[in-house]
């Protein structure tokens, strides 16, 4: 009859029972390491490769975010810096503006304008002069301020040969007749 298989491992000596239950746990052992332990090492090694992949990714991205707003802010620096030159030196020639601008500095002033004569542009290498007579008339003290006020204008323009005619007196006024050209400029296009 055939044994059971308990029956034959009961009759076993120890030390066969011992090598026995030692091959069984280096089987089950090395089962576990190649069907759990490995797949687990491979999933470790290659999660930390991932890691260090999107740590890259994310310094890269770092990086380029701060390129990206130093170059926003240069561009609005930039932008703001051209405005501010397109005041300071306009496309167009804008007559209307830079004389209402001058009438309106001459009233606070408290001048007259008396006359104005607008000349013909003048081409230069990088720009073009917009030439207009002035003749106004006023106190000293007023004309300086209107030069003073004309000098803190945002747009440029040169007064230039200036000539003061014969002073008149004018109740307890003494008023000065000044003639004047007001030169503005403009931008040639590119």
Known sequence: ??????????????????????????????????LL?????????????????????????????????????????????????LRILPPNAEIAAMLADLNRLAELSGLTIESVEPRAEVGEAYYY????????????HQLAKFFYNVSKLQRAINMESISIGNPTMRGEDLVLSVGVKATAFRRKDA
Do not use: C, W
């Not at 002069?129 to 000293?140: E, M, N």
């Open 1 to 34: 009859m055939a044994e059971s298989a308990a029956t034959q491992f009961a009759k076993m000596p120890s030390s066969s029972k011992i090598l026995l239950l030692a091959l069984m746990l280096v089987l089950i052992g090395a089962a576990y390491y190649t």
């Open 37 to 85: 332990h490995s797949t687990l090492n491979d999933e470790i090694t290659g999660a930390q490769v991932q890691q260090t992949t999107l740590r890259d990714d994310l310094k890269k991205a770092n990086d380029l975010q701060a390129r990206f707003l130093a170059l926003r802010e240069e561009l609005e620096t930039r932008k703001a810096s051209e405005q501010q030159l």
């Open 129 to 140: 002069k917009i030439p207009v007579t002035l003749k106004i008339t006023g106190r000293y």
